[in-house]
């Protein structure tokens, strides 16, 4: 009786993990749709959808194959966390593939990812690739929020960064 719950469990088990996650073809994506806010803004209120990212955010469209083929490795590697938090978006990717479906995955500032409408555990790699291969392909500036606030922000980060600048300017003067 033993080797049948086993083999139950294991069936069990099996459907399970194909029926959460199946992974994605990258040579299947034509386009990767990418909004984003930039690190550091606060709203009143959380982002929680693609259509508030792109009201607040800002868009590029990703059509390298190297990035393309980078993200889905490592969106397919993602694993399902245990502990639903919920997660102030910042960042959001469309997949687009050939035959025009679309695949939605949202990223919190540092921490947090939604892919297929469930919380993921975070991947360091994942966080990196985004980093180097999309925020850093535009001014800072560029990511900040397209509302009227956008000068505000701009002002304060100007405002930090000198004095920022000031305070390292006093502590290496010789007193």
């Not at 469990?9 to 996650?21: G, K």
């Not at 693609?50 to 607040?56: F, G, T, Y």
């Not at 969106?75 to 469309?94: E, F, T």
């Not at 297929?116 to 500036?141: C, E, G, H, W």
Request: charge should be negative; proline fraction near 3%; aromatic fraction near 10%.
């Amino acid at each position: 009786m033993k080797p049948n719950i086993l083999i139950l469990m294991v069936f069990y088990l099996l459907i399970q993990s194909c029926s959460s996650q199946m992974p994605i073809d990258p040579d299947s994506i034509d386009r990767i749709d990418f909004y984003a806010i930039c690190r550091g803004v606060d709203f009143a209120q959380g982002v929680y959808s693609i259509s508030e990212l792109k009201d607040k955010g800002r868009d590029t469209i990703i059509t390298d194959r190297v990035f393309i083929q980078r993200f889905v490795e490592e969106l397919n590697q993602l694993i399902p966390d245990k502990h639903q938090r919920l997660v102030d978006h910042r960042s959001g990717a469309i997949l687009f593939n050939r035959e025009g479906d679309s695949t939605l995955v949202f990223f919190g500032e540092r921490t947090g990812i939604i892919y297929r409408n469930k919380k993921m555990m975070d991947r360091d790699s994942l966080f990196r690739l985004i980093d180097d291969s999309v925020f850093a392909t535009q001014p800072y500036d560029y990511w900040f929020p397209s509302d009227s606030s956008r000068d505000l922000y701009r002002n304060i980060v100007k405002t930090m960064m000198e004095l920022r600048k000031q305070q390292a300017m006093d502590s290496l003067e010789i007193k």
